[in-house]
């Protein structure tokens, strides 16, 4: 069984500031981790995935995560944030090879700009 | 492409009543997925359909709760006896049958 964590309920940081948002999985197997964004009242969006290859990813509005096996992280990453990027951001597995392509969702981090 | 579309995007049920979600998913995608989130449990899996076939039922409570998928255009899910620990926002997402889902806007259930 997977297991997602996101270790920061709720990060506020100035706009134009970097951010890192974190998550941490547990799983034995190979695993394919991605990250959703969910504004207010909306449903989840895509951002970027990872499975195999380079652990450096690129995504959608200047967003990248790295996974780094070693620590069990996939971590989300941006240099300079917009106010339009408050929102709860989502860090999801699925195991491969299981024939389900379910996901597996950590309890998400609500990010915000300080005004 | 509009999307996933849910209806309705709001469903106020007593307790005790059936409630009927339904959720059509992007044309060509093979495969729907179900979602529940709440505050408490946050996003949780439900059931997944790939060309229509049950694949993965093992988030389904086991009373109560039901999917189908009669066609490539939709999937429902139905809640029979509806109790106030179902109010949530249910989501669908539908995909290529890959890990990369596009999600539906939800529907708010709340049980009186």
């Known amino acids: 069984t997977q297991t997602v964590s996101q270790s920061d309920a709720h990060v506020t940081v100035f706009e134009g500031d970097s951010v890192e948002l974190r998550c941490n999985y547990s799983y034995g197997g190979s695993i394919y981790l991605s990250w959703y964004i969910q504004h207010h009242g909306h449903g989840l969006q895509f951002l970027l995935k990872y499975y195999s290859g380079n652990p450096v990813v690129q995504g959608v509005n200047g967003f990248e995560a790295e996974f780094s096996k070693s620590d069990s992280s996939f971590h989300l990453r941006k240099a300079s944030v917009h106010w339009s990027d408050s929102a709860v951001y989502f860090c999801?597995?699925?195991?491969?090879?299981?024939?389900?392509?379910?996901?597996?969702f950590g309890k998400g981090t609500k990010f915000s700009l300080i005004p | 492409n509009a999307g996933v579309i849910q209806t309705p995007r709001h469903k106020v049920t007593g307790k005790g009543q059936e409630a009927t979600l339904w959720c059509e998913p992007i044309s060509g995608h093979s495969a729907v997925f179900w979602y529940r989130q709440t505050i408490v449990q946050g996003l949780e899996f439900l059931t997944y359909f790939r060309n229509q076939a049950p694949i993965d039922d093992s988030g389904m409570p086991k009373e109560r709760f039901s999917a189908q998928m009669p066609n490539q255009s939709h999937s429902t899910l139905k809640i029979q006896s509806t109790q106030p620990q179902d109010s949530a926002v249910y989501l669908c997402?539908?995909?290529?049958?890959?890990?990369?889902?596009?999600f539906g806007p939800g529907t708010r259930l709340t049980v009186l």
């Open positions: 997402a539908s995909s290529l049958d890959t890990y990369e889902q596009y």
């Open positions: 999801a597995v699925s195991a491969a090879g299981t024939g389900s392509n379910r996901l597996t």
